[in-house]
């Protein structure tokens, strides 16, 4: 006969009591991986965007070294440096290519540890890191902040998994969390991460948001902040906008900005029809060569703008702010070509910074055309309007401008002319960019899938 039987109600008591006693401590260590999860992941992507942006700086700044020296080296490093880049994203690498930012929405909205292994793998966050370096070597019109959003994602769904946290909304809350202390620390711009993580990362309500996932985005920021001084991306702007005529200039960068976002939108997103479409064939027949021909449009696009739309364009824009432009007024339809053959090339690199640089060249125009309207203004107006038109994220884009160029007078105008074209741009593109981007993604993700049953 079983011993059990011979149990007392008090022995079944204690029984259930010690096992209360232990699924609450292993619920208590399970909360302290989590806290540390989401710390000191925080911690490491604000490491690591700190890195990524001093390699990313040294290495413009030996290409800008080189053009100093002579002004043919474009024609050489340039096409070279592209196709290399897309011969090496061409096999493993792949996920490395792009933005980044795709592939941290495709990896949220496909929950399943194979696809997230794929597209999160360590080994693709330090190729995403070392090729958007050599893009930038190479002179191509990217900038580092998508790419240190991925980095930032796969840094932190790779520390929660080594401490042994596979919860499908834990893991989720990692990826979200990491993605925006990236945008966080790349820009120094702790608000804007948490709006970013918000309206583009998130769109289901049980990863919108946590105490621990805003936390996370707080440290991403506050490590720039503890290395580096508090500082403003590009300095502190004093700019106003006086209601009255002047705020003509709201409604005129809502509509360029919206109508230019929304174009560059719909030059970018693969599709199957029309000229874009057989372009795409022939980019996805011949990519190394493909990316060949875009550098060497590169090439003569820095001739036509004097040597102007290679890199972020920070100096570009810094520039404008400060009233003192370094180019001409032909720079916006430049550099808006520059970050569409980039783009089309294939190679690594983010669009915001070459993003708000477009918008930045908006100012000289609007500066000339209406009045009581400075350079000052119409560069913050043009940087938020476009980077709406383009990514369709009117708050990150508000918050993100007011926070870079510390210039909260601007909070109403800059809102305004980012809802004006955020509306334009969907006009235009009825798809958004990076949600495209991503669906793209999960529809390779399931055809990979089908072919491999079908082969077993």
């Not at 690498?93 to 540890?113: D, F």
Request: hydrophobic residues 50%; glycine residues 12%.
């Amino acid at each position: 006969m079983s011993d059990s039987s011979n149990f007392s109600p008090s022995d079944y008591a204690c029984r259930k009591a010690q096992h209360q006693v232990r699924r609450a401590r292993r619920q208590r260590l399970r909360s302290v991986r989590q806290r540390l999860a989401f710390w000191m992941g925080a911690l490491l992507v604000g490491l690591a965007a700190l890195a990524f942006a001093w390699l990313a700086d040294k290495a413009f700044g030996l290409f800008q070294a080189l053009l100093d020296q002579s002004a043919w080296w474009p024609w050489l490093i340039t096409p070279l440096g592209f196709a290399l880049l897309v011969w090496l994203t061409e096999g493993l690498l792949r996920p490395a290519r792009g933005s980044g930012i795709p592939q941290v929405i495709a990896a949220l909205e496909r929950p399943t540890s194979r696809f997230r292994s794929q597209l999160l793998a360590l080994p693709i966050a330090a190729a995403k890191m070392g090729l958007t370096v050599i893009a930038l070597l190479a002179g191509g019109s990217v900038g580092r902040e998508g790419p240190t959003v991925h980095v930032g994602a796969a840094l932190m769904y790779a520390f929660g998994r080594r401490l042994g946290l596979y919860g499908r909304k834990t893991v989720s809350g990692l990826i979200l969390a990491g993605g925006a202390a990236g945008i966080a620390a790349a820009f120094n711009t702790p608000l804007a991460g948490v709006v970013f993580a918000i309206e583009e990362l998130s769109h289901t309500f049980e990863q919108r948001f946590s105490g621990l996932v805003l936390t996370a985005v707080v440290i991403g920021g506050m490590v720039t902040l503890g290395l580096v001084g508090p500082y403003s991306y590009f300095g502190v702007v004093s700019a106003s906008l006086p209601w009255g005529s002047a705020w003509s200039a709201v409604i005129a960068c809502g509509l360029l900005g919206g109508l230019l976002g929304g174009s560059y939108a719909r030059l970018v997103i693969p599709t199957k029809r029309g000229w874009l479409g057989r372009l795409g064939a022939v980019r996805a027949r011949f990519p190394v060569r493909f990316a060949f021909i875009c550098g060497l449009l590169m090439a003569v696009l820095g001739l036509l703008s004097g040597q102007h739309v290679f890199g972020t364009g920070y100096d570009e824009t810094r520039a404008i702010l400060e009233g003192e432009p370094l180019t001409g007024h032909g720079f916006l339809v430049w550099k808006f070509l520059a970050n569409v053959v980039s783009y089309l090339a294939g190679i690594p690199g983010g669009l915001f910074s070459p993003s708000l640089t477009v918008g930045a060249s908006f100012a000289p125009w609007i500066a000339d055309w209406l009045p009581g309207v400075t350079l000052k203004t119409g560069a913050l107006l043009g940087m938020a309007a476009y980077l709406a038109g383009v990514t369709r994220t009117p708050l990150t884009s508000t918050v993100i401008t007011l926070e870079l160029a510390h210039s909260p007078d601007m909070a109403i105008p800059v809102l305004a002319a980012c809802l004006v074209s955020t509306g334009v741009s969907g006009w235009i593109s009825p798809t958004s960019l990076y949600h495209a981007l991503a669906e793209q993604l999960l529809g390779a993700a399931e055809v990979a899938e089908e072919s491999a049953k079908k082969e077993k």
